[in-house]
């Protein structure tokens, strides 16, 4: 049973990322996770984060014209949705990404950013015969969710237990 968190007005928005080798499962945890967080009455964004080039306007299109022609930024709403197009310093942080973009929002996870700083928890499966981020330091793994069992000083979860990885998450954000 959720607890639902009433009044979190006071909260400043949390941040973490989940990461992991292509193929591991990183968008089916994250999918699984935000029911969770959003049944507590949170507001909930996400960003995901790819290496692939990605058209994200058509060529032609007016909003396509509108960068074209030296808008930096555009933003196309429809009576539902919208889409952000524009550029940004590439050196910008996951957290000023974050800030900027997700105001207003209690929890924001991210996809990928495993160079970044904060709160990672990694996803491996034995099948993508790599081997798994947490072994370098160097990217600060804090939480291992695994299909296999494996050795570390990390707490490891298994990739089926999402209860227990979202309350891990909850306590490490204090939610």
Known sequence: ?????????????????????????????????????????????????????????????????????????????TNDRMALFGKFDKETSLFDISNQWFKGFDLVISEGFKNQDGLKIEVTRKENNRSPLFTNP???????????ELESSLPVFDTNDTQSIFGWIRQQLGI
């Open 138 to 148: 160097d990217y600060n793994i804090q939480a291992i969710v695994s299909d296999y």
């Open 1 to 77: 049973m959720l607890t639902q968190v009433k009044n979190i007005n006071f909260m400043e928005t949390k941040l973490f990322s989940i990461v992991g080798r292509s193929g591991s499962g990183k968008t089916t945890l994250i999918t699984r996770l935000i029911p969770s967080f959003v049944g507590l009455g949170l507001k909930v964004g996400s960003i995901k984060h790819t290496h692939h080039d990605v058209v994200l306007d058509k060529p032609g299109k007016d909003s396509w014209k509108h960068e074209q022609a030296g808008s930096s930024q555009v933003l196309l709403i």
